[in-house]
C-alpha cells in the first residue's frame, strides 16, 4: 500500500511541476501578445499614411 502512495504522490508532483511549465508558457504567450498589440498600435499611424 505505501508503494502506491509514493506512486500517488509522485504523480501528483508531476502533474503539479507540469501546471507550473504550463502556466509559465501561458505568462510568455500574453507577453508576447501584448508585445505584438503594442507594436501593431505604433505602427497604425504610419502605415495609415500610404494609399493602396
Do not use: D, W, Y
Amino acid at each position: 500500500m505505501s508503494g502506491i502512495s509514493e506512486q500517488a504522490a509522485g504523480n501528483i508532483q508531476n502533474v503539479a511541476a507540469s501546471a507550473e511549465e504550463q502556466n509559465a508558457a501561458m505568462e510568455e504567450v500574453l507577453a508576447s501578445a501584448e508585445a505584438l498589440s503594442r507594436m501593431a498600435l505604433e505602427l497604425r499611424e504610419p502605415i495609415s499614411r500610404f494609399k493602396i
